[in-house]
Nanobody
Framework: VQLQAFGGGLVQPGGSLRLSCAAS????????VGWFRQVPGKEREGVAC????????YYLDSVKGRFTVSRDTAKNTVYLEMNSLEPEDTAVYYC????????????????WGQGTQVTVSS
């Protein structure tokens, strides 16, 4: 049972990246998938969360209109499409899962990917 987050990198301001969260050993179908980010010295914050159970996706206010979550059921993967990236988006990004519903609390997610670095800089 494993989650892998990957796809980070260095991008210029205004650029785009697509992060992937791939699951193995279990299916993401019945899980809410959250995306989080963390910078050194700060708490991990929720960026977005998609719940098929609720039929909804939630976004941090600062990323609304720029970030989009999507699922590929066949590939058992969830994506975070990030556009119009800003230096403030620089962080290590993680994906995590919990049953059915999204939650704002990192403590309520029980499976975590290893994190992928996103750096937005000119």
């Amino acid at each position: 049972v494993q989650l892998q987050a990957f796809g980070g990198g260095l991008v210029q301001p205004g650029g785009s990246l697509r992060l992937s969260c791939a699951a193995s050993g279990f299916t993401l179908y019945n899980f809410a998938v959250g995306w989080f980010r963390q910078v050194p010295g700060k708490e991990r914050e929720g960026v977005a969360c998609n719940s098929r159970h609720e039929g909804s996706t939630y976004y941090l206010d600062s990323v609304k209109g720029r970030f989009t979550v999507s699922r590929d059921t066949a590939k058992n993967t969830v994506y975070l499409e990030m556009n119009s990236l800003e230096p403030e988006d620089t962080a290590v990004y993680y994906c995590a899962t919990r049953r059915n519903h999204c939650s704002r609390s990192v403590l309520e997610y029980d499976k975590w990917g290893q994190g992928t670095q996103v750096t937005v800089s000119s």
